[in-house]
Every structure is written in structure tokens, then in C-alpha cells.
Antibody
Framework: EVQLVESGGDLVEPGGSLKLSCEAS????????MAWVRQAPGKGLQWVAS????????YFSPSMEGRFIISRDNSRNSVYLQIHSLRVDDTAMYFC????????????????????WGLGTHVIVSS | QSILTQPPSVSGVPGQTVTIACTGT?????????VHWYQQLPGAAPRLLIY???NRPSGVPNRFSGSKSGTSASLVISGLQADDEAVYYC??????????FGGGTKLTV
């Protein structure tokens, strides 16, 4: 069964940092691009970042660039999202998701669609 | 405000057909941009419903269909059922933002 399990969400004070993890199983992780999407309470989906199958190419939503770092460790079947200088408006459920198609590193682009999705990990930024 | 515009809500009764629209611009839903649709049930993660404008992943009932024309796309749900009650999102691309989602449409049955 293809599965994505996020972890690392927490209650943190403004200005703090957090590292979210997503562990994949049930498929050949190193063949797929991965992405993080977040959802603020009562709001819609917001794409955060995508990373290619080998981690060479990274794209961020322009509003996220600078404070977010996406990375992956194919030996651990995991993708990560680090968030620095956390702000109250970073409060959200953070979902990990996978590009639906296998793509070679050289052919990868961020213009993908996503399935499956993890259940999410909750980040709360509050003093 | 999302680059892709969806109505905030639609409603229908069981058995009815409803349509959810997704309107973009030439840079987000142009002739070379595909649109994809997701269903998010209450308290759940999103689930891919339609990809590349009109294709259904395995396991998605054929009551769900999609189409795209110009800079607009539509999700049609026929034979409405109570458990179709969810929020539906369209998704496409933008040259500046890369991946964009519509604001979501809450379907009430």
C-alpha cells in the first residue's frame, strides 16, 4: 500500500524553527518528485514547495521562499520541510504528497498533480 | 485571493447533477495547462478526483467528470450522493507561482 506519514508538527513560538518529516512506503521513493502543501485553519490548499526525485531541482511558492527549506533523503524514503522564523500565519496543517507520475531527474518539472497525500502534521505558531 | 477562481459553495439534492466551475487566466489555464480536481472530505486529506482535465484515477466513480474550455474548467458530479459532501479544489499551473489551487468550493448535499 502506498503511504505517506508526516511528523514533526508542534506548537512553537513566533520566530522559532521546525523541521517536518514525511516518510514514504509502498513505492520506489527515489523515482518520484515530492511536494508539501499546507492548509490554514478553515482555509484552502496552498502549495509550499516541490522537489525532484533526486533532489536536484527545487521550487518554492514565491511567498514561501527564504524561510522554507525542502530536502529529501532517498536512503530513508523521506522528504523534509524546514521552516525558520515561524510566523503566526504559518499555522496550518502541512500535507506531504507525491507527484503522480514517475519522471527522470532531467525531465522533471514542478508542473505536476498529486496523489497520494499523507494525513498531515499540524503546526501551530503562537506565543 | 487565488489565481484560480471557484464559487465558494454549491448545493444540490441527492440524485441531482451539480457543476463546479474553475476560472483562470491565460497564464494559469492557458491552452497548454491542464487542470486537476481534488476532493477533501471533512477532516480528511485531499484526494485526486480528476487529472489532466478529464481523466479519472482508478477507484473514482464515473459520476465524476471534468472538462476544460479556454481558460475555464468544470467538474460535474452526477447522481449526487450524501457522501459527496466535501470541498472540491481545482489545481493548475502559473509561470510565476508554479502550482496553484483554486480557493475551493464547498458542496452541500
Amino acid at each position: 500500500e502506498v503511504q505517506l506519514v508526516e511528523s514533526g508538527g508542534d506548537l512553537v513560538e513566533p520566530g522559532g524553527s521546525l523541521k517536518l518529516s514525511c516518510e514514504a512506503s509502498g513505492f520506489t521513493f527515489s523515482r518520484y518528485g515530492m511536494a508539501w502543501v499546507r492548509q490554514a485553519p478553515g482555509k484552502g490548499l496552498q502549495w509550499v514547495a516541490s522537489i525532484s526525485s533526486e533532489g536536484t531541482y527545487i521550487y518554492f511558492s514565491p511567498s514561501m521562499e527564504g524561510r522554507f527549506i525542502i530536502s529529501r533523503d532517498n536512503s530513508r524514503n523521506s522528504v523534509y520541510l524546514q521552516i525558520h522564523s515561524l510566523r503566526v500565519d504559518d499555522t496550518a496543517m502541512y500535507f506531504c504528497t507525491r507527484d503522480i507520475l514517475q519522471t527522470s531527474e532531467v525531465d522533471w518539472s514542478p508542473y505536476n498533480w498529486f496523489e497520494p497525500w499523507g494525513l498531515g502534521t499540524h503546526v501551530i505558531v503562537s506565543s | 485571493q487565488s489565481i484560480l477562481t471557484q464559487p465558494p459553495s454549491v448545493s444540490g439534492v441527492p440524485g441531482q447533477t451539480v457543476t463546479i466551475a474553475c476560472t483562470g487566466t491565460s497564464s494559469t489555464l492557458g491552452p497548454h495547462s491542464d487542470v486537476h480536481w481534488y476532493q477533501q472530505l471533512p477532516g480528511a486529506a485531499p484526494r485526486l478526483l480528476i487529472y489532466a482535465n478529464r481523466n479519472r484515477p482508478s477507484g473514482v466513480p464515473n459520476r465524476f467528470s471534468g472538462s476544460k474550455s479556454g481558460t475555464s474548467a468544470s467538474l460535474v458530479i452526477s447522481g449526487l450522493q450524501a457522501d459527496d459532501e466535501a470541498v472540491y479544489y481545482c489545481q493548475s499551473y502559473d509561470s510565476r507561482v508554479f502550482v496553484v489551487f483554486g480557493g475551493g468550493t464547498k458542496l452541500t448535499v
